[in-house]
């Protein structure tokens, strides 16, 4: 079935007058998602109390939620859980493959992924002791980096600043014949383009789903961990929900089977009813049709940027099968060329040093709205309109 993307552009709240090119860092709002978290509300905790953990299934949400994800990212169900934040996902994922592992030091990542989970690997590293160690390479010299000294092989797919994109199924592959693990961070994956992580093998991964999956700030995350570890895999964070028996209260830990024990304590109910408000939208939506749909879009950007704004230089790969679904520029004013665009209502980010991010979001954003937001954008350049004090005082958040 064909993703029909005039209804699904008809189930977010769109503010009047603004171009939301900013959906791979915070999703909008469906519009089904306020009565569905008021239900959660009332007549649900309201009335149920504590007796809803039962009666409205609340406890069982990570896991049955978890396979509502599974089926969307070719994980198996009874493989992945929600909760916490992905940093926290990616240290419980990285720690169990580690563990799986042992004689093995090397934490090999790159150099454009992510900070914090570079810094949750460093911090995991300092927890581990001397053996263990965080390296970094450029992206593209991962491949020749994975010796037979590499425990885990952990990346970003999807570069959440230019959008590259690695070859999971091949760097899996790499990683294994060599003996080592890999955990993949799927944040500007899920919900963006296809995945397939029992069909590239992948050993874990992790996930959030405020992003593209427009689940509200704070959503939750998720973890992945394939069927081959999940009996053995050990977790880090001995949270009582991960207890083969939370309600026996037995003074030792037990691990609870499978992907449950890298459950860690309660689960957010408020903002996991918000997930499944948005979740039911991407029900109706074909994610190979939002991939091809993506890349249309992009490709008419990047052309309309590349011709209308001569100022600007691609930070993403020029190849669509090489990019995620978001589309970076380098300017050196690109601080405050984003805030000038931004008071115009182009809602993009900036990520230092230089890049001007934008991301393409097909179940709300069209081709209007990618030629008035390259419009914008011409205007803001060519008149060197960001050049005004008022837009280079750096927010808090960029
Ligand atoms: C957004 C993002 C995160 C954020 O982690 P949180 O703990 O949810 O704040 C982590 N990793 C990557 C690659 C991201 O893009």
Not at 58 to 71: F, L, S, V
Not at 125 to 139: C, F, S
Not at 157 to 164: A, F, K, P, S
Request: some cysteine; aromatic content about 8%; proline content about 6%.
């Amino acid at each position: 079935m064909a993703t029909d993307f005039d209804w699904t552009r008809s189930q977010f709240h769109l503010p009047e007058g603004m171009i939301y090119l900013d959906g791979n860092s915070l999703g909008p709002m469906p519009l089904a998602t306020p009565e569905r978290v008021a239900r959660t509300m009332q007549p649900e905790w309201r009335d149920l109390l504590i007796t809803g953990w039962n009666k409205a299934g609340w406890h069982m949400k990570p896991e049955t939620i978890g396979d509502r994800i599974a089926g969307m990212i070719g994980a198996e169900p009874g493989h992945v859980v929600v909760g916490d934040t992905l940093s926290i996902k990616i240290y419980q994922a990285l720690a169990a493959a580690l563990a799986l592992r042992p004689g093995r030091g090397v934490i090999l990542s790159d150099t454009g992924n992510f900070p914090s989970d570079l810094y949750m690997a460093q911090g995991l590293a300092k927890t581990l002791g001397d053996q263990t160690r965080l390296v970094t390479v450029a992206p593209e010299e991962v491949a020749d980096h994975l010796t037979e000294e590499v425990a885990v092989l952990m990346l970003t797919e999807v570069d959440y600043r230019t959008g590259r994109r690695h070859d999971m199924k091949a760097l899996t592959e790499k990683a294994h014949a060599v003996g080592a693990l890999t955990v993949w961070d799927l944040a500007h994956s899920y919900g963006a383009l296809p995945v397939d992580l029992a069909g590239c093998g992948a050993d874990f991964a992790a996930g959030c789903t405020y992003k593209y999956i427009n689940a509200g700030p704070g959503a939750p995350a998720f973890v992945y961990v394939a069927p081959a570890h999940a009996d053995v895999a050990e977790t880090a964070l001995q949270g009582w929900q991960g207890h083969e028996a939370p309600f026996a209260f037995e003074h030792d830990y037990r691990p609870a089977s499978r992907v449950a024990k890298l459950r860690v304590g309660t689960p957010p109910v408020l903002q996991l009813a918000a997930l499944e408000a948005a979740l039911d939208i991407w029900d109706k939506v074909d994610i190979e049709d939002v991939r091809a749909r993506s890349i249309a879009l992009s490709e008419r950007f990047i052309a309309g940027v590349e011709t209308r704004c001569p100022q600007l230089r691609l930070a993403s790969p020029r190849d669509p099968e090489r990019r995620g679904s978001q589309v970076s520029f380098h300017f050196e004013e690109g601080y405050a060329a984003m805030q000038a665009i931004i008071a115009r209502g182009v809602i993009g980010d900036f990520r230092a040093p230089d890049i001007m991010r934008f991301g393409i979001t097909p179940l709300y954003i069209g081709e209007a709205d990618i030629d008035a937001a390259v419009e914008i954008l011409a205007d803001v350049m060519s008149n060197a309109l960001w050049d005004r004090p008022e837009y280079k005082v750096k927010a808090l958040v960029t």
